[in-house]
Structures are given as C-alpha cells and as structure tokens.
Nanobody
Framework: QVQLMESGGDLVQPGGSLKLSCAASGIIFSRAAMAWYRQAPGKERELVAN???????RYADSVKGRFTIFRDNAKNTVHLEMNNLKPDDTAVYYC???????????????WGQGTQVTVSS
C-alpha cells in the first residue's frame, strides 16, 4: 500500500520560514514525480511546486523565489522550504506522488493527509 506522510506545518509570523517534509512508502520513489499542493479555506486546491524523477522543478508564480522543492531518493522523502511567508500562504499543504507501486501494477496518483500552515501575526 502506498502511503505519504507530511510533517512540518506550524503557525508562523509573516516573513518567517518553514520546512515541510513528506515521507513516502510503497512506491518506487526514484521513478515517481512528486509535488506539493495547497488548499486554503473556500478555495480550490492549487499546485505549488513539482519535482520530477530527473530532479527538474517547477513553481507556481505566487511562490517562485520564496519556496524551494527538493527530494532525497535515498530516504524516500520530498521537502518544501518556504521563506518570507505571507498570510496568503495559509493553507493545508498536501504531498502528491505519481509513480509505480512496489507491489506492481500501473502507476497512479497518491495523496497525503495534509499539514496545516498558518501565517499570521
């Protein structure tokens, strides 16, 4: 069974920093495309950042220059470093994987349960 577990969400002041982490199991992590999404109250879930199996990255315009996504294939983890946080960054942040299961079968989409980030003074 594929499992994703996020951690690192917290309450921080504007201008502060946080590092989110996502630990994956049950997938061939080195072949998986990973992403961070977020969903604020009353808004649709939006893509924040991607990191692909070849380590290429993409970012939403709203976070470019402030957030950094990176992965550690040896530890089956993906991280999101968030700097200069703004109140509009407040959301539940979700880790997503697309890749093959270690048990076999076609690749699929898998989601974590989310971690709350609140930016407020």
């Amino acid at each position: 069974q594929v499992q994703l577990m996020e951690s690192g969400g917290d309450l921080v002041q504007p201008g502060g920093s946080l590092k989110l982490s996502c630990a994956a199991s049950g997938i061939i992590f080195s072949r998986a495309a990973m992403a961070w999404y977020r969903q604020a109250p009353g808004k649709e879930r939006e893509l924040v950042a991607n990191i692909f199996s070849g380590y290429n990255t993409r970012y939403a315009d709203s976070v470019k220059g402030r957030f950094t996504i990176f992965r550690d294939n040896a530890k089956n983890t993906v991280h999101l470093e968030m700097n200069n946080l703004k109140p509009d960054d407040t959301a539940v942040y979700y880790c997503k994987a697309y890749g093959p299961r270690r048990a076999g079968g076609p690749s699929g989409d898998y989601w974590g349960q989310g971690t709350q980030v609140t930016v407020s003074s």
